[in-house]
């Protein structure tokens, strides 16, 4: 039994299989080719020789890295895609505004030849049709037969002329033009006209901007009603004169400057030295070049008014009183502060040349009227600082009669623009307006490069390469072009330099804009080749060659049935045994 027993054990333990050195490495080449045809099967199926860290840590890692940056390079090419587009509509709104630009530009060249081609600068123009009054005298009530109006200027060389015209029996709206025209046509060089306008209304201007002043005779004096029967009325007013008999001594006049300010004579000390703005008024007299008194017996309580007709029939008063420090600066600061005439006026005294200056800042004002309101006695103030004309040629202490030797307040027009001029400075302003529209419409998500705002482009994935598009505000005010009036020549002038220099800003930043969106495109264009590099330097480390993966499956197929062949003749010999059975 024990050798049974041994028999049965012995039995028992060689139930394991046995295979031959042969067989083994015949199936360990089989499962290597296996593993062989798995692998080069799934570099096959995904493209890629290196699928995790674990096929090649050196190459997965640096493929992840490359392709890492390509794809923040990738996202940085959207910003610059949107840069681009920013700055094309920056450039759409260019191209847009500089014809807008270039038509102001057209239309400051024709208010110009508009200008060139009427007969003056300084105009007084009415609003009354003319054109169907055959008797003046007889048609106007305001009128009377031997009426007389007394224009004044000053010639080529600064010389004050006078021509007195007179209103005779049967003159009409047309006969009084021709006598005005004739009169300065005949006796002069022409530096007064006058016409009918296309609604019949009464024009008098001058030539080469020069001011004139339009009165009446004393003795045969119209009324303010006749010069508003004339239509010309909203730019006079009584300027009161004289020491006495105040009623008796005042003039219905003005004087008609030529644009928008109105400038006096030159004032001096008695000493000879130009007036200046900290100067008193009060108790001090001034001399214009020619030594007559000026300002003289001003006192503390006088008030000088600056009466402001603006054409609604109420009119607007800036009073000043005077002090016994009171100075030049003083009157100028009470009437620019005043809250009922700071928009409808400004003043100024330049201490340079001591000229007092008022402008006229609204196309509303039809006259100033600078009055002092003073008890008119024997030793009454006398304060004309002789507007319109700087050399005080025109109106003169003194220059219009006796009674004028002391005159205390006086009446300036100013210009007013031809119906042509304000239909263009009326499209000069529209442009204004829609060059602002324009602006604000020019922008891209939520950026416009025409309104003040920057635009930085980012290059690389950490922002240490940009590229900064600095907007310009080109608006109206932006470009410098203020509202026009082509009340005067140097008001056309100013609009004229105003547009050409818009026109040149707005150039110069189209080629500056021009300039960055080629940048910005070239650097488009190198981030996209970068990323390709990027890419490729990935795929080098990472993609499959397929082309050798398949020849390797074709290739390890052919070994896997070399080897199951190889196998089956190595299991031959252990058939070979049953044979003996």
């Known amino acids: ?131 169907t009054v055959d008797d003046l005298g007889a048609d106007l009530t305001g009128i009377t037969d031997g009426d007389q109006i007394v224009i004044s200027t000053v010639n ?31 006796n ?35 009324a303010l009603a006749g010069f508003t029967d004339l239509g010309i009325g909203d730019s006079f007013a009584l300027e009161t004169r004289g020491t006495a008999a105040a009623d008796a001594a005042e003039l219905v006049a003005t004087t008609v400057i030529a644009g928008n300010t109105a400038t006096s004579i030159s004032l001096n000390e008695s000493s000879g030295d130009v007036a200046e703005a900290g100067d008193l008024l009060v108790g001090t007299s001034y001399l214009d070049n020619d030594a007559n008194t000026v300002i003289s017996a001003l006192a503390a309580g006088d008030v000088i008014d600056i009466d402001i007709n603006d054409g609604t029939g109420t009119t607007k008063t800036s009073s000043f009183t005077l002090t016994a420090t009171s100075t030049f600066q003083d009157l100028v600061d009470s009437i620019n502060q005043d809250a009922d005439t700071k928009d409808l006026v400004e003043a100024n005294f330049d201490s340079g040349i001591g000229t007092f200056s008022i402008t006229s800042t609204s196309d509303k004002v039809k006259s100033v009227k600078i009055e002092l309101t003073d008890t008119l006695t024997a030793t009454d ?18 220059a219009i009669g006796a009674v004028d030797a002391d005159r205390i307040d006086t009446t300036i027009s100013f210009n ?22 324009l602006v604000d419409d020019a922008q891209y998500r939520g950026v416009n490069l025409l ?23 080109f608006t109206a005010n932006g470009l410098g072009l203020t ?18 220099n818009a026109l040149g800003s707005v150039r110069s930043f189209g080629s500056s804009l021009a300039n960055n969106l080629s940048i910005i495109q070239t650097r488009e264009d190198f981030t996209k ?53």
Do not use: C, H
């Open 416 to 437: 007013t623009s031809t119906e042509s001029l304000d239909a263009l400075a009326a499209d000069y302003n529209s442009l204004r307006t829609q060059i602002d529209t």
């Open 483 to 500: 509202e026009a009036t082509f009340r005067s020549s140097s008001a056309i002038e100013l609009s004229a330099t105003q547009s050409r």
């Open 529 to 581: 080749a970068t990323i390709n590099t990027l890419k490729a330097g990935a795929d080098d480390l990472t993609v499959a060659d397929q082309n050798e993966e398949g020849a390797n499956l074709l290739a390890l197929q052919t070994r896997q049935t070399l080897g199951v062949t190889s196998l089956s003749l190595a299991s031959q010999s252990q058939q070979a045994v049953l044979r003996l059975f």
């Open 156 to 186: 080529d060389s600064g010389t004050k002329i006078t021509e007195t015209i007179t209103i005779a029996d049967g003159d009409s709206g047309k006969t009084l033009v021709a006598k005005i025209t004739n009169a300065f046509s005949d």
């Open 381 to 398: 103030a006398q304060f004309d600082l002789s507007f319109g004309d700087t050399t005080g040629n025109l109106d003169a202490p003194g």
């Open 451 to 473: 309104n003040g705002d920057d635009l930085t482009t980012f290059f690389n994935e950490d922002n240490t390469s940009t590229l900064t598009t600095s907007g310009a505000t």
């Open 188 to 222: 002069r060089e022409s530096e007064i006209s006058a016409r009918l306008t296309d609604d019949g209304f009464l024009e008098i201007s001058s030539t080469n901007g020069r001011s004139f002043r339009v009165t009446t005779d004393e003795t045969n004096e119209i």
């Open 1 to 131: 039994m024990f050798q049974w027993y041994n028999l049965g054990k012995e039995l028992t333990m060689s139930s394991d299989v046995v295979l031959t050195a042969a067989l083994r490495n015949n199936l360990l080449s089989l499962q290597s080719t296996q593993n062989l045809i798995d692998q080069t099967q799934l570099r096959l199926a995904t493209g890629l020789k290196v699928n995790s860290a674990l096929d090649s840590p050196a190459n997965f890692f640096a493929a992840q890295s490359l392709d890492n940056r390509a794809n923040d390079l990738n996202r940085l090419l959207d910003g610059v895609s949107q840069s681009i587009r920013t700055i094309e509509e920056a450039d759409n709104g260019i191209t847009a505004l500089t014809n807008l630009v270039e038509q102001a530009q057209s239309i400051a060249s024709s208010a110009r030849d508009e200008l060139a081609s009427s007969t003056g600068e300084a105009r007084l123009i009415g609003n009354v049709d003319l054109s």
